[in-house]
């Protein structure tokens, strides 16, 4: 692929464990790994974008070196969630030795938690039986939702979503690679933006630079599609203060002029809320108007009626309804 058309987080992505930003003790311990030439089985939970498959991937390249490609394998499980994934490609892979006179093969299964409760049960059996030859990594999103012997059998690291020094140092460095200038409060929405995601971080800088070598906060949120958090204060100072015909003038323009999702609003205006001062039966009653929002959205129900009522909801609320 002509390298200006490289999709960053593919070109930035950490080739070694230590160069990974972040997750610094979790780093030390898989590094450690590397070091006995040993390791037990793996289960990495966290939230999108935090490094989960970049240490996975990093791991495999420091225990195999060149060699990494034949002993390691990634398989999504939300590609194929049923019993068949386990008893065919993860059995197969396995059961067959380690190649290159590696001491064993390494498994990645991402987005493990997607798989049904019969398959992780396989899945379980298959651990136990091949140990010898394959050790497994499982990646997931909720670790609740993977069955207890499964966890019981794996060390078990809890990724934390990225701060704003982690992500800072990584838009910098490739900022730098890349001859770009990234204004101060550029960055500052780009960590807005990102919610400790990397990936976020990376695609709304690659967005940005589209427009111009020079970066500034207002084309990165333009180029993302979010709104400034000052637009949200405005929305929601508008609805408490009770002028509904003002805060629906700035929906509307978040929504059609600006074309930002409502479950991204949503999102938005809880955040602000969280961080607001303000009374607290008050704020209960927001929060939970905009859980029901949420959910009527993810049921299918109609955009432009739920945030119209939601805000009619603040209005409400504001003034003693609730």
Partial sequence: MDENHTIWIEKYRPAKLGDMVGQKEIVERLQSYVRSGSMPHLLFTGSAGVGKTTAAVALAREFFGGTWHTNFRELNASDERGIDVVRNQIKQFA??????????????????????????????????????????????????????????????????????????EEIRRIAAREGLTVAEKALDAIVYIAQGDMRKAINALQGAAILSPIIEERMVYEITANARPEEIRELLDLSLAGDFEGAEGVLDRLLRERGIAPAELLSQCYRALVSRKMDLALKVCLIDGLGETDFRLSEGADSEIQMEALIARFVLAAKGGR
């Fill in 95 to 168: 059961r067959t030795s380690p190649l290159e006179g590696a001491s064993f093969k390494i498994l990645f299964l991402d987005e493990a938690d997607a798989l049904t409760t019969d398959a992780q049960a396989a899945l379980r059996r298959t651990m136990e039986s091949y140990a010898g030859t394959c050790r497994f990594i499982l990646s997931c999103n909720y670790s609740s939702k993977i069955i207890d012997p499964i966890q019981s059998r794996c060390a078990i690291y809890r990724f934390r979503p990225l701060d704003r020094g982690a992500i800072g």
